[in-house]
């Protein structure tokens, strides 16, 4: 599909409008073309004394009566015009919308917020201008310009129409070389506009980082080298811009001198009245208009259709994961779910994130995920999710393979924390309940209790009601995983994915939110991802992933008589926890300002200040 025919598409809904507005724009330019004729017939009729003041106020009032017309006519052409080019903005920003929301995270991962929020606001900016006043422009500029032109030659002189017009033959054909010249320039600038909001929007976003790593200065280098390349892009349309409009005038001016220096003569000869060369002086300025208006047009169609193909990239971006036509609902699901031989591999990696896992977990039982960093731990839950695709037969729920599942019916089952708990600027309330069918404020505080987040909530000035800020930026770490843990548990599905979600509360808190999961998801499956092993070590089942293999498999009494990787870990952080206890035991005997460690006799700084004190 190309450019047009996409665009056409959203034209046509409202070409009902069009055609009323294009009719409608049609009469204004007509009626148009009789002013200077009645301005003509007056200037004539006082030359030669012909008018008394009844055929004075007569014409007047025609000219009254043309200016009311044109008035009311200007009114509707832009109610249906302009109102036909916001509506189109406004269905290609929903349709843009939803159908970001069925693409892969994969695109998410390559491609950056700035260039697509560029391409929600400037780009469709420049669309609804190329469809809304360049349409009108060509339109107008094409009916006046033949209108115009009719008048000179049969009203005025044919000559002196055709020796005015030749100066427009340079503008018409410097204009189609002109929006040839200035459509790649109009992309580039909206990359480098692209470019630019996406910079300012990750340093916004990233402020504390920048801070913390006193970074002000580099970012501000950065910012001024990307608007620099914004103000360079800009600087070329520009430029171009400022060579062709003084030209454009220039060639007008033309137009108009030979207008002034043959029509005079003429006027002088008595080949014509003064009244037309006065009627025909206002013809040569109806003319500037289109002229202008072409370029005008020209212009906008540049930039629109540059728009257009930025847009047109987004609705070519097919989804990889969606529901095929195999795909059933299903009439409940209860949570069994079966790896076979699960492997999988990143798009554009070479070597496969998991290998070869299978695994068979019964509904009702907490599987616990355990491993190194980058072992595939989260990859394997965004699989349980269907946010990537995998071979049919790798992952059954309920004995049914992923793939046949409707992704609507497999999510709405699942109840999921992400690693970064992200929280939307709204109330705790709303967000709380985001995935929940109905907003009962009874369901949201047994979420919050079981979540050990509702005595926090309440001791906020205003509850519930508190607004959270960008991303949840006002609440402390736990904060935002406890509540995204009740988020997810007001949800009661039958799957909870927990993906390293109690990584930032203390473990008094770890431990009551464990103690609440257990008795709310009785019956539930459970999955639970940790690199403590004090969070997992009650599950059914726990699984040490290695290079994205399931090294082991078991609980945890079955794991230490191994002696493994899991005992490994178990006495590495087991060694850790009592070091970290014996420090802390030694900051409470031996306080900060007593600097001698245990067994040294050596008086500290203070006491000898003390002593040389007391001797003194």
């Not at 079966?338 to 009702?364: V, Y």
């Not at 600097?595 to 001797?615: C, H, L, W, Y």
Request: charged share 20%.
């Amino acid at each position: 599909m190309n450019s047009f025919q996409f665009i056409w598409q959203y034209i046509r809904r409202y070409k009902f409008r069009y055609i009323a507005g294009i009719i409608t724009l049609f009469f204004v330019d007509f009626f148009n073309i009789f002013i200077p004729k009645v301005t003509g017939a007056i200037t004539d009729g006082l030359t030669a004394s012909a008018l008394d003041m009844a055929g004075v106020k007569r014409l007047l009032l025609t000219l009254f009566l043309l200016g009311s017309a044109l008035a009311l006519g200007r009114f509707f052409w832009r109610f249906f015009l302009f109102g036909a080019s916001r509506r189109i903005e406004r269905n290609l920003r929903d349709d843009m919308f939803a159908h970001l929301e069925t693409l892969d995270v994969e695109y998410y991962n390559e491609h950056k917020t700035g260039d697509l929020m560029t391409r929600f606001t400037s780009d469709l900016n420049m669309i609804r201008m190329a469809i809304g006043p360049a349409v009108i422009s060509v339109f107008d500029a094409t009916v006046m310009t033949v209108m115009v032109i009719v008048q000179m030659m049969f009203y005025v002189n044919i000559r002196l129409t055709l020796l005015a017009l030749i100066p427009m033959i340079f503008i018409c054909v410097g204009e189609i070389y002109y929006g040839k010249v200035m459509h790649p320039k109009y992309k580039e600038r909206q990359e480098a506009v692209s470019d630019l909001t996406d910079y300012v929007q990750e340093s916004f976003s990233g402020v504390r980082v920048i801070k913390a790593f006193v970074q002000e200065r580099a970012q501000m280098y950065g910012f001024l080298k990307a608007n620099q390349n914004t103000m360079d892009k800009n600087l070329n349309v520009v430029r171009l811009q400022s060579i062709v409009m003084p030209l454009l005038d220039v060639i007008i001016g033309c137009s108009s001198l030979i207008t002034l220096i043959y029509g005079g003569y003429l006027a002088l000869i008595g080949e014509i009245t003064l009244g037309r060369f006065v009627a025909f002086n206002q013809y040569i300025n109806m003319l500037v208009w289109p002229m202008l208006a072409c370029g005008d047009s020209i212009n906008m169609f540049s930039q629109g259709s540059a728009s257009i193909r930025r847009v047109q990239e987004v609705f070519e971006e097919k989804p990889a994961v969606r529901d095929t036509e195999k795909a059933v609902s299903p009439s409940d699901i209860k949570g069994d779910i079966t790896l076979s031989h699960l492997t999988f591999i990143h798009r554009g990696h070479s070597e496969p994130t998991l290998k070869d896992i299978s695994l068979e977990i019964k509904a009702g039982t907490t599987l616990a995920i355990i491993g190194r960093t980058g072992n595939g731990k989260s990859t394997m839950v965004n699989l349980l999710l269907h946010l990537y695709n995998t071979k049919p037969g790798m992952i059954l729920i309920d004995g049914r393979d992923i793939n046949t599942i409707p992704l609507k019916d497999l999510r709405e089952h699942i109840a999921y924390v992400p690693q970064d708990n992200f929280l939307f600027s709204d109330t705790l309330k709303s967000n709380i309940s985001f995935g929940a069918q109905e907003s009962d404020m009874d369901a949201i505080v047994q979420a919050a209790r079981a979540s050990c987040i509702h005595e926090n909530i309440i001791s906020f000035p205003d509850g519930y009601e508190t607004m959270v800020g960008e991303r949840g930026v006002t609440l402390s770490g736990g904060q935002k995983q406890r509540s995204s843990i009740a988020r997810a548990l007001i949800k009661d599905a039958p799957i909870l994915i927990l993906d390293d979600a109690l990584s930032a509360v203390d473990t008094d808190t770890e431990e009551q939110i464990l103690k609440n999961l257990k008795e709310n998801r009785r019956g539930k499956t459970t999955i639970l991802i940790a690199h403590r092993i004090s969070t997992i070590q009650n599950a059914d089942i726990i699984m040490v992933l290695e290079n994205g293999e399931a090294k082991e498999v078991g609980n945890h009494d079955s794991l230490m008589a191994l002696n493994g990787i899991y005992k490994s870990m178990f006495e590495k952080q087991q060694l850790e926890a009592a070091i970290g206890e014996k420090r802390a035991a030694l900051h409470t005997d031996f306080p900060e300002n007593d600097t001698n460690p245990p067994g040294d006799n050596t008086p500290s700084p203070k006491n000898n200040v003390a002593e040389g004190g007391n001797r003194s």
